[in-house]
Antibody
C-alpha cells in the first residue's frame, strides 16, 4: 500500500526558494502522476501542477508560471516541488497527491511553508 | 479560468441529510470528484467519477449530477461528518485540475 511521505516544515525568506519532497513509501510511482496542491491559512485547495515521474513530463497552473519546478527521482520514488521568488502569500500547507484517472486517491501529510523575514 | 462554485456552509442535524452542490459551466460534460477535509488533515477522496465510492467510504456518501450542478449527499449525518468538502474536475481546455470553493458542513 503506497503512502506519500513529505518533508518537514520550512521557514523561508521573501525572495528565496523552497523545495519540498514527497516520497512514495511502500511502492513506486508506476504510471501515476504526482500532483501538488496548496492551501493557504483558512483558504481552499489550489492545484499547482503535476509530474508524470516515469516520463518527466510536467504541467502547472498558469498562476505559478515561471516560479514552479517539478522534478522526480525514479530511483528513490521521490518527487520534488520547488517554488521560487517566495512572497508572504505563499505561506501555506503544501500537499502532494497521487493522481489516478483525474482524481487524487492518496495524499501526503502536508508540508507547512512559512514565508517570513 | 474555470470556476466551481459551492455554498460556503451547510448545517444539518444528526441523522438528517446534507446536500452539497457544486456548480460550473458545462459541468455536466465533466467528471466530478469529491473530497472531505477535516482540520489539520489531508483531504480524503469520498466520491470519484461522479457517483463511485472508494473502498472504506460509507454508503451514506453518494454523488449525483444533473444539468450544471453536481451534488454530494450525506445521508444519516453523524458528528464525524463535520468537515470541509470540495468538488474537483479536470478542465480539458486548460489541462488543469480545478477545485471547488469548498463547503463547511456543520453538524448541529
Amino acid at each position: 500500500q503506497v503512502q506519500l511521505v513529505q518533508s518537514g516544515a520550512e521557514v523561508s525568506k521573501p525572495g528565496s526558494s523552497v523545495k519540498v519532497s514527497c516520497k512514495a513509501s511502500g511502492g513506486t510511482f508506476s504510471t501515476f502522476t504526482i500532483n501538488w496542491v496548496r492551501q493557504a491559512p483558512g483558504q481552499g485547495l489550489e492545484w499547482m501542477g503535476r509530474i508524470i515521474p516515469i516520463l518527466g513530463m510536467t504541467n502547472h497552473a498558469q498562476s505559478f508560471q515561471g516560479r514552479i519546478t517539478l522534478t522526480a527521482d525514479k530511483s528513490t520514488s521521490t518527487a520534488y516541488m520547488e517554488l521560487s521568488s517566495l512572497r508572504s502569500e505563499d505561506t501555506a500547507l503544501y500537499f502532494c497527491a497521487r493522481g489516478f484517472n483525474d482524481y487524487f486517491d492518496k495524499w501526503g501529510q502536508g508540508t507547512l511553508v512559512t514565508v517570513s523575514s | 479560468s474555470y470556476v466551481l462554485t459551492q455554498p460556503p456552509s451547510v448545517s444539518v442535524a444528526p441523522g438528517k441529510t446534507a446536500m452539497i452542490t457544486c456548480g460550473g459551466n458545462n459541468i455536466g460534460t465533466k467528471i466530478v470528484h469529491w473530497y472531505q477535509q477535516k482540520p489539520g488533515q489531508a483531504p480524503v477522496l469520498v466520491v470519484y467519477d461522479d457517483t463511485d465510492r472508494p473502498a472504506g467510504i460509507p454508503e451514506r456518501f453518494s454523488g449525483s449530477k444533473s444539468g450544471n450542478t453536481a451534488t454530494l449527499t450525506i445521508s444519516r449525518v453523524e458528528a464525524g461528518d463535520e468537515a470541509e468538502y470540495y468538488c474537483q474536475v479536470w478542465e480539458t481546455g486548460s489541462a488543469h485540475y480545478v477545485f471547488g470553493t469548498g463547503t463547511k458542513v456543520t453538524v448541529l
